[in-house]
């Protein structure tokens, strides 16, 4: 995740939801979806995907026309474009990803203080990206969090369930996975570079066909949650809290119904 410490890449919480909704939501809903969520502050969900719409459309008229600046210089200029263009790219995910995850009620993903990115929000983002690239054990991850939570209207991520518990090995999977649809990703942008003439149309075009169906997928998922949902109320809960709760309920449920957890391959069927 060294693209997180890249310039402008992590999101400001309360200064988003505050551009994001003044549009569509009165003071009041504004400051409870920033003092609390979204979904505590009664934001209807058709409110929310329009915010949410507003912002995929702005990353990726942005991500597209640095990624055709970034084609420009053409073949000779390719080891050094390459990499500058997908670190750009990576960014822009990690941007959307954290945009999503606080209009539909995730909590704030990275602390004020120093560069480094914690396991949890590291599984949680990986789980994101897997989203973004379509894999099912990554939804089924995400969903499993996002459950946690909004049983236990907790206010911080479940770090046990993201570092060493029950959605740990998912993410472990999906980390992979996502490592080599990046390497073809990077394939395909070196390619298109190396074309003479319609170099930038090509690299910006190519950005658009892939970053904008990424973003719309993980809006869509993140939207059918329960945390989405304008119900909850948050409440400070301890993290491994959610994990041991939700565990205990996991384990009832599965013993009941003779069922156990499998962690599926991440690659879409």
């Known amino acids: ?30 400051r409870i979806a920033i003092e609390e969520t979204p979904a505590a502050a009664g934001i209807s969900l058709d409110v929310l995907d329009r915010a949410a719409n507003d912002s995929i459309r702005y990353e990726t008229t942005k991500v597209s026309a640095l990624s055709a600046a970034a084609g420009l210089p ?36 990275f602390s004020d203080d120093g560069d480094d990115v914690d396991d949890a929000t590291m599984g949680v983002l990986t789980l994101f990206f897997g989203v973004m690239f379509g894999t099912q054990s990554a939804n089924a991850a995400v969903g499993k969090v996002a459950e946690m939570m909004a049983k236990q209207v907790a206010k911080k991520l479940p770090q046990k369930a993201l570092t060493q518990g029950v959605i740990y090995p998912i993410v472990k999977k999906v980390a992979a996975y996502i490592g080599v649809e990046m390497t073809k990703q990077t394939f395909a942008k ?11 149309a090509v690299s910006g075009g190519l950005t658009f066909a892939t970053y904008r ?28 809290e959610v994990h041991e709760s939700f565990v205990a309920e996991h384990a009832e ?17």
């Open 253 to 269: 449920s599965h013993a009941s119904d003779g069922t156990a957890d499998t962690a599926e391959d991440p690659r879409p069927s």
């Open 1 to 30: 995740m060294s693209a997180a410490r890249l310039p402008g890449v992590r999101i400001h919480r309360e200064a988003y939801l505050r551009k994001a909704l003044a549009r569509y939501c009165s003071e009041d809903e504004i």
């Open 74 to 109: 053409g073949f000779m200029a390719l080891p050094a474009t390459v990499p500058a263009d997908m670190a750009q790219y990576f960014g822009h995910m990690l941007r959307i990803a954290q945009k999503l995850a606080y209009l539909y009620s995730w909590p704030d993903l």
């Open 190 to 200: 070196s390619v298109s570079k190396a074309i003479p003439v319609v170099v930038a």
């Open 213 to 240: 169906p990424m973003a719309k997928r993980l809006k869509k998922h993140l939207s059918d949650s329960e945390l989405a949902k304008p119900t909850h109320r948050v409440v400070v809960v301890e993290a491994d």
